[in-house]
């Protein structure tokens, strides 16, 4: 069992960046691949970056590739998500998830965090 605690969101400027972070507990969290998912108003749940067990391997949506970085410290049981270059379209929901099978159907998910981004 892995309980995932989301932090960091909050509302910024367009342009402006935040941090968002990932606490995990429980066993194997190094097992997992990690990723942040967001849901924005109106639309489906998107994964938009995700991390390796090992941290070596990255995935970035199109939509957020160049502005925002992931990054997992095992010994820290934590995943980060800096966000910079916010625009209003990345306001959402954000939503950390491991898995260790695939990304269609994460094993475990976040509470979420609300970022919103003022024009």
């Known amino acids: 069992q892995v309980q995932l605690v989301e932090s960091g969101g909050g509302l910024v400027q367009a342009g402006g960046s935040l941090r968002l972070s990932c606490a995990a507990s429980?066993?194997?969290?190094?097992?997992?691949?990690m990723g942040w998912f967001r849901r924005a108003p109106g639309k489906a749940r998107e994964l938009i970056t995700a991390?390796?067990?090992?941290?070596?391997?990255?995935y970035y949506a199109d939509s957020v590739k160049g502005r925002f970085t992931i990054s997992r410290d095992n010994a820290k049981n934590t995943i980060l998500l800096q966000m910079n270059s916010l625009k209003p379209e990345d306001t959402a929901v954000y939503y950390c998830a491991a898995t260790m099978t695939q990304w269609s159907k994460p094993d475990y998910w976040g509470q979420g965090t609300q970022v919103t981004v003022s024009s």
């Open positions: 429980g066993r194997a969290f190094s097992s997992y691949a």
């Open positions: 991390i390796g067990w090992s941290g070596g391997a990255t």
